[in-house]
């Protein structure tokens, strides 16, 4: 396994081992002993899914508030994505900064997302099985979300926003400045 580290404090990309031949690929995508050898040592309690069928489906920028934050360690099955976070720990020293990365069923890479990130991603192509792990449980009245077009936060997205596929909820999120004045994460305080 190789973990590669990122710009943003504390986030990590990680390449799993991958055995293929003609027939396909094997790679052991989890193992709690291989995790912690190298560092990351979560009790992961839910898994998600989801699946979105159309190119430029953006589903974000999500997180969950005060004690239900989750760590996630996200995959993608099928299809391409582009992952996006924004660090919103206040006191982190890459406090208010988002990054993006590729993840597909081409370069099998996962992504881990600590407690303290909102969390985004766009579809580039078609039939998307989009799977990941969480420290905690959701709790829907922990649900909260930063408004993908956000002018400070300027994320590059690759498609257009305003004719992204998006849920009724995804397109009513704060800005990040409203978002700052309640902003419920202290860098080491989660």
């Given at each position: 396994m190789k973990v590669i580290e990122t710009k943003l404090q504390d986030v990590k990309l990680i390449e799993t081992s991958l055995h293929g031949?003609?027939?396909?690929?094997?790679?052991?995508?989890?193992?709690?002993?291989?995790?912690?050898?190298?560092?990351?040592?979560f009790d992961f309690v839910q898994d998600n899914h989801s699946l979105s069928?159309?190119?430029?489906?953006?589903r974000g920028l999500h997180f969950q508030k005060g004690e239900s934050a989750q760590t996630k360690l996200i995959r993608v099955a099928t299809g391409v994505v582009l992952d996006?976070?924004?660090?919103?720990?206040?006191?982190?020293?890459?406090?208010?900064?988002?990054?993006?990365?590729?993840?597909?069923?081409?370069?099998?890479?996962?992504?881990?997302?600590?407690?303290?990130?909102?969390?985004?991603?766009?579809?580039?192509?078609?039939?998307?099985?989009?799977?990941?792990?969480?420290d905690h449980y959701y709790n829907p009245e922990a649900d909260s979300g930063i408004a993908l077009d956000d002018p400070d936060l300027s994320i590059d997205w690759p498609v257009d926003i305003s004719k992204a596929v998006l849920s009724e909820k995804d397109k009513h999120h704060p800005t990040f400045k409203e978002f700052e004045s309640e902003n419920p994460f202290v860098y080491g305080k989660i």
């Open positions: 031949d003609k027939r396909g690929f094997f790679t052991e995508s989890y193992s709690v002993k291989d995790f912690k050898e190298v560092g990351i040592d069928t159309e190119a430029g489906v953006i996006v976070i924004v660090d919103i720990r206040k006191g982190s020293p890459t406090y208010g900064q988002w990054e993006g990365y590729i993840l597909s069923e081409f370069n099998h890479r996962q992504l881990l997302v600590p407690r303290g990130y909102a969390h985004a991603f766009v579809t580039l192509t078609p039939n998307v099985n989009f799977l990941y792990k969480c």
